[in-house]
């Protein structure tokens, strides 16, 4: 079945840049998202991108898609604390459903 | 504002008690979701609506079943609730085949 992969943990130095990496295996995804979910809330949509592209910039996000290697990833440039939090890749063919990873837990140090 | 909200934050159930999840979104979405979520496993679905009175299963619907009798609102039952069932459980809301899912802030159920 479909599978979307993460590593669990990321810290990173306040100011530096935040790199969170995702694999997915459904080949037919047409869209891959990017959602945060801070202490205590539910899960917000971060940003997504259309299978089709292989960047899209919004503010201090890049994320960046390769899709030979079914490969996601999320830059978020000068992280600061309020950026710590975990971040969940999902998939979604194009039905109603979602796959989540199992999220990566960001940590920004003073 | 968009708002989906969960009856309870916190809930300790005994083992075999009939379990109560309860969700309510006032934004008119005609689909409605639960998950789990687990550490290391991300979110799982459990059942999802598209509609009052319908429902689907998810990929782990084993010891749970909902009820959508009206659309604002989405009730998952753990008719028996075991120790395996402790976890943090999420409602969400969508309208049709919108990118964005509301999540409720979760309620975190511990089974002793």
């Known amino acids: 079945g479909e599978d979307v992969e993460q590593s669990l943990f990321l810290s990173v130095r306040e100011g530096d840049s935040s790199v969170i990496n995702c694999t997915y295996t459904d080949s037919s995804s047409t869209y891959l998202y990017w959602y945060k979910q801070e202490p205590g809330a539910g899960l917000q949509l971060l940003t997504y991108i259309f299978s089709n592209m292989d960047m899209k910039q919004d503010q201090r996000l890049t994320v960046l898609l390769n899709k030979k290697d079914k490969h996601l990833s999320l830059r978020i440039a000068d992280t600061q604390t309020g950026d710590s939090a975990i971040y969940f890749c999902a998939e979604r063919e194009g039905g109603q459903n979602f796959v989540f990873g199992p999220g990566t837990r960001l940590s920004v140090l003073p | 504002d968009v708002k989906v909200t969960q009856s309870s934050r916190y809930l300790v159930k005994r083992t075999g008690e009939k379990v109560f999840l309860e969700c309510v979104q006032d934004m008119d979405h005609e689909n409605m979701f639960w998950y789990r979520q687990d550490p290391g496993l991300g979110l799982r679905l459990i059942y999802f609506s598209y509609d009052v009175k319908m429902k689907e299963k998810g990929d782990i619907p084993e010891g749970y079943s909902v009820s959508r009798e009206k659309k604002e609102r989405f009730s998952l039952i753990l008719e028996s609730a075991s120790t395996n069932q402790t976890s943090m459980y999420l409602c969400?809301?969508?309208?049709?085949?919108?990118?964005?899912?509301?999540f409720g802030p979760g309620t975190r159920l511990t089974v002793t």
């Open positions: 969400a809301s969508r309208t049709g085949a919108a990118h964005e899912q509301y």
